[in-house]
T-cell receptor, first 112, second 115 residues
Framework: GNSVTQMEGPVTLSEEAFLTINCTYT??????LFWYVQYPGEGLQLLLK?????DKGSNKGFEATYRKETTSFHLEKGSVQVSDSAVYFC???????????FGTGTRLQVFP | KAGVTQTPRYLIKTRGQQVTLSCSPI?????VSWYQQTPGQGLQFLFE???????NKGNFPGRFSGRQFSNSRSEMNVSTLELGDSALYLC??????????????FGPGTRLLVL
């Protein structure tokens, strides 16, 4: 079945550093791919999405490209801020398209 | 427009008890999904309701059940609680499941601790 594998955290960076959080997936068909962010004490917020191969999702300086050949959807940001400290979840749509399958999450800690 | 609300936010129960969690979707949304978040298993889909009918169900035992009311509010129930049921339970709502998963909005969750 469909599954998502994320790099384990925590990822610890200094402010303005470059961020990469790796995400790879296993899927039948052509799922949509998502990144969600969870700030402390809050629910999940959709950060960005991509619905087909080579699509690039972007939002708030974050980007991720749907790579079918490497089955990856790595999250990147050129210059992180302290306010980006959160847990990031990679997810894909299951074959029915009705529910999300999540990775285990990666905690990002950014220090000034 | 108010977001998805979940009550209670925190709950402590003991093994063997049962618990009911509530989710009020965004006004006008008719689809409600539930997810369980644990450190070991991450986020796992429990079930989805649309127009008072369960449309999808994840791989959870029958102790986990849910329902949806005519006003789209949803409840989930866990009977005979086990220590492993300690988790953050997240609810997500969308206007119509056919509009894509990116239209789901998540609530802040109910944190359940089973002692």
């Amino acid at each position: 079945g469909n599954s998502v594998t994320q790099m384990e955290g925590p990822v610890t960076l200094s402010e303005e550093a470059f961020l990469t959080i790796n995400c790879t997936y296993t899927a039948t068909g052509y799922p949509s791919l998502f990144w969600y962010v969870q700030y402390p004490g809050e629910g999940l917020q959709l950060l960005l999405k991509a619905t087909k191969a080579d699509d690039k999702g972007s939002n708030k300086g974050f980007e991720a490209t749907y790579r079918k050949e490497t089955t990856s959807f790595h999250l990147e940001k050129g210059s992180v801020q302290v306010s980006d400290s959160a847990v990031y979840f990679c997810a894909l749509s299951d074959p029915s398209g009705d529910k999300l399958i999540f990775g285990t999450g990666t905690r990002l800690q950014v220090f000034p | 427009k108010a977001g998805v609300t979940q009550t209670p936010r925190y709950l402590i129960k003991t093994r063997g008890q049962q618990v009911t969690l509530s989710c009020s979707p965004i006004s006008g949304h008719r689809s409600v999904s539930w997810y369980q978040q644990t450190p070991g298993q991450g986020l796992q889909f429990l079930f989805e309701y649309f127009s008072e009918t369960q449309r999808n169900k994840g791989n959870f035992p029958g102790r986990f059940s849910g329902r949806q009311f005519s006003n789209s509010r949803s409840e989930m129930n866990v009977s005979t609680l086990e220590l492993g049921d300690s988790a953050l339970y997240l609810c997500a709502s969308s206007s119509d499941p056919g509009q894509g998963l990116e239209t789901q909005y998540f609530g802040p969750g109910t944190r359940l601790l089973v002692l």
